[in-house]
């Protein structure tokens, strides 16, 4: 079974840094994806930055030049830097894993979220 444990959520001031890490654990061949999603109260979930296995990354416009993302394939882990973070950036923050080769037929995988929250 695999799944995925995020930490390092919590309440900074406007401007601040957060670090949000997310391991995945159990039997796991490789990972094609990984990524954090998060969803602001009242609003549909959305993408924040992904790294594909290769490294190549997408972000949200949103958050260009603010985030960064990073991964270690060997360890089956992904982080997430927020600098200079703004109200706006409120909200749950899931990780998910797309493209899981595990010994399940289930190749999607999503985090139980973690809140991050921006104070003005």
């Known amino acids: 079974q695999v799944q995925l444990v995020e930490s390092g959520g919590g309440l900074v001031q406007t401007g601040g840094s957060l670090r949000l890490s997310c391991a995945a654990s159990?039997?796991?061949?490789?990972?094609?994806?990984m990524g954090w999603y998060r969803q602001a109260p009242g609003k549909q979930r959305e993408l924040v930055a992904t790294?594909?296995?290769?490294?190549?990354?997408n972000y949200a416009d949103s958050v260009k030049g603010r985030f960064a993302i990073s991964r270690d394939n060997t360890k089956n882990t992904v982080s997430l830097q927020m600098d200079s973070l703004k109200p706006e950036d409120t909200g749950v923050y899931y990780c998910?894993?797309?493209?899981?080769?595990?010994?399940?037929?289930?190749?999607?995988?999503w985090g139980q979220g973690t809140q991050v929250t921006v104070s003005s």
């Open positions: 998910r894993a797309e493209g899981v080769r595990a010994p399940t037929r289930q190749s999607d995988y």
């Open positions: 159990g039997t796991i061949f490789g990972i094609y994806v």
């Open positions: 790294m594909h296995a290769s490294d190549e990354t």
